[in-house]
């Protein structure tokens, strides 16, 4: 932008003039009363609505509402803040009807029961946010990560259909629900095919490492489409594995699987954004973590708990990405931006508040009090909340005192918040064929937990520094793909 000068707006967004499009406040409007109307839906659903349906096309059930209500609230956000982000850009009109679209088309997928529609709107999915993410015009790094992202949609809708193919074969349903109800408790080659394709589709989609690339190379993205790609798109791999849950969960090695697939991947989310330097990669490998997170407590047998990760995921990641901006800071490397350090005592308290909040989420929830893999889902709560704390007490800078008594006094009434809307959720979702199914712990569960005890604590004390070959092999791997990244600065002016 060398040797533009350009107006600072500051304020009310100006009435549009005849000249102006109207469409951002059209479809703004309409996406907020859709989030009305869902509410509305939702309101209906609890004093006993019950489950709606056109046979054999659409069904709104617990999950579709929750979906649906998420959905709406996320686009409404992202809407009302590209008015003024993308003000003054020619392809505005555009940018909208494509924010849109995706905003319908999810709608569509998480109320579809008949297969043909499902996979169709999951198609329809993909091809919409690569054209997100490809919005800008003239921008050949754009239009290669478009291109790549709509490589990993289309294998990932092929792998739907394979999956939705072999449910028909071997059932003859042509819809969700009649999947769910004749399946059988007994795996066939059949389901299994079926079983292994989900699981694909859904770490595609959710980008789980080795499928992470398509999601570092989308940050061509507008900031808004970025928004909504990691509060709403990825967590397209959580709901299918849900709405599907009679069929991955027919196999107890395809639910242990997906522990290992979503435990390895969090782990490598983790590690590769240890070696990002920019915001929004970091964010993105935030995001890997996170849906990773969100695979494991499905293959755990905790549906609800997945839904409930991904919808507060979301909100949490929209709001990271539409404030991305302010995180820049022009500092040194040396400006102390290292490793965040917590004494003796500040450890002992995090690790105290870590057990009482897991403690308190299996009294609330009723989870963890039994010799399942629900002691596996508390685990994690306690795992994540030792995190939290610890960070917040690194990098708070209150006197000692304050911080070590603020800490339980934060995050377990914040546990209390994501225990209740975890039954909220649940609850919402009691017409789901499958909510819950937890598992018989195994020697193998237990394998899985002291490997990923023992490399998440070499994480958290840097051991894994001390590693040349290993950070050099992070950073390939966390590269984007060469045909999206800016080589030259002039591709920086957009003029």
Not at 152 to 180: C, D, N, P, R
Not at 211 to 225: E, N
Not at 344 to 372: E, I, R
């Amino acid at each position: 932008m060398t040797g533009q000068e350009q107006a600072t707006t500051i304020g009310q967004l100006p009435t549009p003039t005849d000249r102006d499009s109207r469409v951002p406040a059209v479809l703004t409007r309409l996406v907020w009363l859709l989030c009305l109307a869902t509410l509305g839906v939702l309101a209906v659903h609890l004093t006993g609505g019950g489950r709606w349906e056109l046979p054999g096309l659409v069904a709104v059930d617990g999950l579709t509402v929750v979906m649906w209500l998420a959905v709406t609230f996320f686009s409404g956000i992202v809407h009302s803040y590209s008015r003024r982000y993308m003000a003054g850009n020619r392809t505005i009109d555009r940018f909208f009807a494509r924010t849109f679209a995706f905003t319908l088309v999810v709608m569509v997928l998480v109320a579809a029961d008949s297969l043909l529609l499902f996979g169709l709107a999951w198609l329809a999915m993909g091809l919409v946010m690569a054209g997100l993410i490809g919005h800008v015009e003239g921008w050949k790094q754009a239009r290669a990560a478009a291109s790549l992202a709509r490589r990993y949609f289309l294998a990932s809708s092929a792998l739907v259909g394979v999956a939705l193919a072999a449910l028909w074969w071997q059932t003859g349903a042509t819809t969700v629900s009649g999947v769910a109800e004749t399946v059988g408790p007994t795996a066939s080659t059949a389901v299994l095919v079926a079983a292994g394709a989900l699981v694909l589709a859904a770490m595609v989609q959710s980008a789980l490492v080795p499928f992470h690339t398509w999601l570092l190379s989308s940050m061509t993205a507008p900031t808004p489409a970025s928004a909504l790609m990691h509060a709403g798109f990825v967590n397209a791999g959580g709901v299918l594995l849900v709405r599907f849950g009679p069929v991955i969960s027919v196999e107890t090695s395809v639910m242990l699987a997906i522990v290992l697939v979503g435990a390895l991947s969090a782990l490598l989310g983790k590690l590769l954004k240890s070696v990002q330097v920019d915001v929004k990669s970091r964010l993105g490998c935030s995001t890997v973590g996170q849906m990773s997170f969100m695979l494991l407590q499905v293959g755990l047998g905790f549906f609800g708990a997945a839904i409930t990760h991904l919808v507060l995921h979301g909100f949490y990641k929209a709001y990271l990405f539409l404030g991305s901006g302010e995180e820049v800071e022009h500092t040194s490397p040396d400006a102390g931006h290292g490793s965040a350090r917590t004494d003796p005592a500040g450890l002992a308290v995090a690790a105290v508040s870590a057990l009482a909040g897991g403690v308190l989420f299996a009294a609330l929830t009723g989870k963890g009090t039994n010799f399942d893999s629900g002691l596996l889902l508390t685990a994690l709560v306690v795992l994540t909340t030792l995190h939290a704390t610890r960070n917040a007490l690194a990098h708070t800078s209150l006197p000692a005192t304050y911080r070590y008594g603020a800490v339980p006094l934060v995050f377990l009434p914040a546990i209390a918040v994501y225990a209740a809307v975890y039954v909220g959720i649940e609850h919402v979702m009691t017409d789901l064929p499958l909510v819950a199914a937890p598992t018989e712990l195994t020697v193998v569960h237990g394998v899985v937990v002291a490997a990923f005890l023992a490399v998440y604590l070499a994480i958290e004390t840097g051991v894994h520094k001390s590693s040349g070959r290993l950070y050099v092999a992070l950073l390939n791997a966390a590269q984007p793909s060469s045909d999206t990244l800016l080589t030259a600065t002039e591709d920086y002016n957009e003029y």
